[in-house]
């Protein structure tokens, strides 16, 4: 791995939500071009089913570690072992990903698997992502999480703190229905209704609702949409997604455990 490295850090608009957004990216995996999906909710970084990866299948394997904050219990899983995974100036060597179903219809995941061994720091105001620089004047803060699983942060309101999933693979922020409507005053439930796609390619029909602002590190953050649906089998109150991420500059080093924020 390199130091010091600066990639393109583009936040899109999904076009099938304008309240959603994503950071797509151009890799090289073993020689083969392919557009992947920014997503730290995730460990296992995937590649899409194409017969250039074939001859690198290592086994089916049943397993629930590759899929990310959404995948619940034990799914089929193709791995396939990469010699060099390249993103711009950052190569990631030797890496057992997994291979998308046939037809699936979404990009492929970088992970924590490429992510975890670095201190990123997230310029989201300036579109870039710088790898293993110096940490910003900030204080530092311990960040809860070890560097193979999704980080965590604590997000806070008036008389309320919780610990929530830090995924930039999130197109909207997502907050579990029973802890939404314990807490009235901070989520709004609306009439509206979203749709969003788990890891196993279910699509469902979700309610959605206004998250009141909120204080995560030393950053402030306006009203958000957000989605409200059971979150309950993972154990997990509220997932923030990259419209509210994409608010602040964030500097997570994944290794030493540690973080900082700031607003733009």
Known sequence: MGSGLTLPLPVVRDASDPRACQVLLDAVADGVPIRMLLDTGTYRSSVPHLEAFSDRLRRNVRSGTGGGVFSSGKHDETLVQLDVLEWGSLTARDLTV?????????????GMDVLGSHACHFRFGAGVLELDGEAPSDPLLPLPTPSDKAPAVPVQWQG??????????????????????????????????????????????????RLAPCRIGHATFPEQDCGVLDLSGLGIDMILGLPLLSHADWYMDFLQRRWSNKNQ
């Open 98 to 110: 997994s291979m998308d179903a046939p037809g699936w219809p979404h990009p492929p995941l970088l």
């Open 160 to 209: 309320t703190t919780i610990e929530a999933v830090w995924d930039t693979g999130a197109g909207i922020t997502v907050v579990d229905r029973t802890w939404g409507e314990a807490h009235p005053e901070i989520v709004k439930t609306t009439d509206e209704f979203g749709t969003g796609t788990d890891v196993h390619g279910t699509t469902s029909r979700n309610l959605m609702g």
